[in-house]
């Protein structure tokens, strides 16, 4: 378990070999609750090659000092490019940080 955010990782080993390797870490939040995106790859374990890089977003909370994973969102390429095309809209239409008179069902709610 990690005390410091700085120690938070995505890498496994097991029996010395890496089957997860980090290959970057980006800290969104700090903070009782922390949230982090991870670039990753995995270990084949058939052919023992390191598959393509993956991404996935991860919240930690804080508890009785160590951080503990709470959730985690595993990333595809397209869930990645239609999150980066609606952040993107969001904020070329100013959605994000509106003023609170906003309606609660913004246009394109998907429930």
């Known amino acids: 378990m990690a005390e410091n955010i700085s120690e938070i ?3 496994l080993e097991n029996e010395g070999e890496v089957m ?3 290959l970057d870490k ?5 903070g009782v609750w922390s949230t982090i995106i991870f670039r990753y790859r995995e270990r ?6 390191f598959g ?11 508890f009785k000092g160590v951080y503990r994973k709470r959730d985690a969102v ?7 490019k239609n999150l980066i095309q609606t952040l993107t809209e969001w904020i070329d239409k100013g959605l994000l940080g509106a003023a609170a008179s ?6 394109g709610d998907n429930e």
């Open 26 to 30: 980006v800290v969104l939040t700090k």
């Open 74 to 80: 595993n990333l595809t390429m397209d869930s990645a």
């Open 52 to 62: 393509p890089a993956k991404a996935t977003l991860r919240r930690y909370q804080k």
């Open 20 to 22: 997860v390797e980090q």
């Open 44 to 49: 084949d374990r058939k052919t023992n090659q």
């Open 9 to 11: 990782t995505v890498d």
């Open 102 to 107: 906003e309606p609660d069902n913004a246009e």
